[in-house]
């Protein structure tokens, strides 16, 4: 799936996604929320 593609989506969709995390933001938000910043093979 491209992020384009994921635009495609649905809100509350579920989706999965595979890549190497680069980044994980932390703490975790106040409601438990992490945000990630993936890299995949894509050009």
Do not use: C, W
């Not at 190497?20 to 894509?42: M, S």
């Amino acid at each position: 799936m491209t992020a384009q593609n994921s635009t495609e989506k649905t809100t509350g969709e579920l989706v999965s996604h595979y890549g190497i995390v680069t980044l994980r933001q932390r703490p975790e938000t106040a409601k438990g929320t992490i945000f990630l910043a993936l890299e995949d093979e894509a050009v």
